[in-house]
């Protein structure tokens, strides 16, 4: 059903901008402060979440497209 699609579509694309939110929060954090083990551990867990949502997000983009 494309109302499902795009529902699932909108979850993640606020999902990204969540995760964008806070990918942002913590390098002005890193620039301000520098970076340590944890941080860097911290940041490397966003920017993966961050990768896994962009990829589910295309292929629910992909999906909707072939269903027009």
């Known amino acids: ?10 979850k993640r694309q606020v999902e990204m901008k969540r ?8 390098m002005r ?3 301000a402060y520098g970076i340590d083990r944890q941080t860097a551990v911290q940041l490397e ?11 589910e997000l295309s292929t ?3 999906k909707a497209k072939e269903r027009l």
């Open 19 to 26: 995760q964008g939110n806070n990918l942002n929060q913590a």
């Open 45 to 55: 867990n966003a920017v993966q979440l961050i990768s896994s949502t962009a990829s």
């Open 1 to 10: 059903c494309i109302s499902s699609a795009a529902s699932d579509v909108y």
């Open 60 to 62: 629910l983009l992909s």
């Open 29 to 31: 954090s890193i620039n």
